[in-house]
């Protein structure tokens, strides 16, 4: 099939240029000023092509919680907000710490229909595994309790597992972060640290440069601590717990005002590399017992939140692409995505600036069916989400077309 998105402007190497994109065999073959014959148009007049977003820190429960969501549902809520990669964390049930449960989860995803990559997981004996595990962004590591019981604390298990992968996802919070870099300056790898959600976290995160570090270009470069943060430290804070409950309960917790500012300056000095929903379903049901589960889904309202603060000049275009884009690719060198560039897959979010619309629990695509921003009214919402070539969200409509595992770089 070709595909022809023509009248739009498309942003490329930070800038906005009236062309049009010509897509065959799943790939963007063209960019071009030229009119292109293709199978079918898309008319992106007074709309904004960006690549697909990915999201590189999603729960999608499967196996084990298919009640809260699945990699259908979950892949449905993430084409309507634009994202078209995903990679699934490993605190499912059972975890993914051995090959075979990482075999399962790669076809229970094939359900999915935005592409997909998979964190493994460790446990205190499961270096045998992690060493077999092949195709995975990254080695997750849990240094504090969160939802799924693999908590580390042994310091000998820590450092080995530190070593067992170019890139070492880690929930840590407050002074596990210093822990958690302490520990990857030894392994010479990457840190890549998950939901950062204060001032003090963002501040003992703050650059640090690993010598010998293992990266693309071998074993004598520099390697890096990265720095995730998501939608709900920089849009809610503590106080929204007033009102709404353990529907925003999360771990780690939201902060306060200051904190939240403090991520927000880490938005525009680069402290902050990406920025991650952390997508972590739950029943209303569950939400609403005395001992509730944290996380809160945001597959379907992160790119609305980030266009609706660009419309408020909070944010700019360029960086919504950086931290949503082009850096998940590049952290966790995933093949081919994060950019529109001739050759690379067809993965696309065409957004309008201008839609106005409110977050809408019953309209929400997610199976746990709430969000902690109902009722709030957002201007900029994507319109259409391409994945692999394919329309899989068309202004509202989902059409189930399987997509993908992500490929990842040396
Ligand atoms: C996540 C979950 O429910 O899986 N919960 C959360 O509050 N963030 C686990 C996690 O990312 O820590
Ligand atoms: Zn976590
Ligand atoms: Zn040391
Ligand atoms: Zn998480």
């Not at 907000?81 to 499912?92: E, R």
């Not at 493994?120 to 995975?136: L, R, W, Y």
């Not at 840190?191 to 976290?201: P, Q």
């Not at 004598?220 to 809610?236: I, M």
Request: aromatic letters at 6%; a positive charge.
């Amino acid at each position: 099939m070709s595909l022809l998105i023509k009248n739009g402007k498309i942003y490329q190497n930070g800038a906005l240029a009236r062309k049009n994109i010509f897509i065959k065999n799943h790939k963007i073959d063209k960019i071009t000023s030229q009119d292109l014959k293709a199978e079918k148009t898309i008319d992106a007049k007074n709309k904004i092509v960006i690549p697909g977003l990915i999201d590189s820190h999603v729960h999608f429960r499967e196996p084990g919680a298919t009640h809260k969501e699945d990699f259908l549902t979950g892949s449905m809520a993430a084409a309507a907000g634009g994202i078209t990669t995903v990679l699934d964390m490993p605190n499912t049930n059972p975890a993914t710490t051995n090959l075979q449960r990482l075999e399962e989860k790669r076809r229970l995803a094939k359900k999915s229909i935005v592409n997909y990559g998979f964190h493994f997981g460790s446990t205190n004996d499961n270096m045998p595994e992690i060493e077999k595990a092949k195709n995975v962004a990254s080695v997750k590591v849990y240094m504090d309790f969160t939802t799924g019981d693999l908590k580390l604390d042994k310091l000998d298990v820590l450092k080995k597992i530190f070593t067992s992968n170019k890139t070492i996802s880690v929930h840590g919070e407050n002074e596990n972060i210093l822990e958690a870099i302490e520990l990857i300056q030894h392994a010479h790898n990457h840190l890549y640290l998950c939901h950062v959600s204060s001032k003090e976290e963002l501040h003992y995160a703050k650059r640090h440069k690993i010598k010998n570090a293992r990266t693309k270009s071998g074993t004598n470069s520099v390697g890096r601590v990265f720095v995730e943060t998501c939608p709900h430290y920089l849009f809610l804070t503590a106080k929204d717990i007033n009102k709404l409950g353990s529907f925003a309960e999360m771990k780690p917790g939201l902060k306060t005002k200051q904190d939240q500012k403090a991520l927000w300056q880490g938005l525009y000095n680069g402290r902050i590399d990406t920025i991650a929903t952390d997508h972590a379903p739950h029943t209303k049901e569950e939400k609403m017992q005395e001992n509730y589960p944290y996380g809160v889904p945001g597959c379907e309202t992160m790119l609305p939140l980030l266009l609706n603060a660009m419309n408020e000049k909070k944010i700019t275009l360029k960086k919504i692409v950086q931290l949503c884009c082009e850096n998940p690719a590049e952290i966790f060198r995933i093949k081919n995505k994060g950019r529109i560039k001739e050759g690379y897959d067809a993965d696309l979010a065409i957004i309008d600036l201008n839609l106005e619309k409110e977050v809408k629990n019953d309209e929400l695509l997610t199976k746990c069916k709430w969000s902690p921003f109902d009722g709030w009214k957002l201007k900029g919402w994507p319109a259409m989400t391409i994945v692999n070539g394919n329309i899989v969200f068309d202004n509202g409509k989902v059409n189930n077309i399987k997509a993908k595992e992500v490929a990842y770089d040396e």
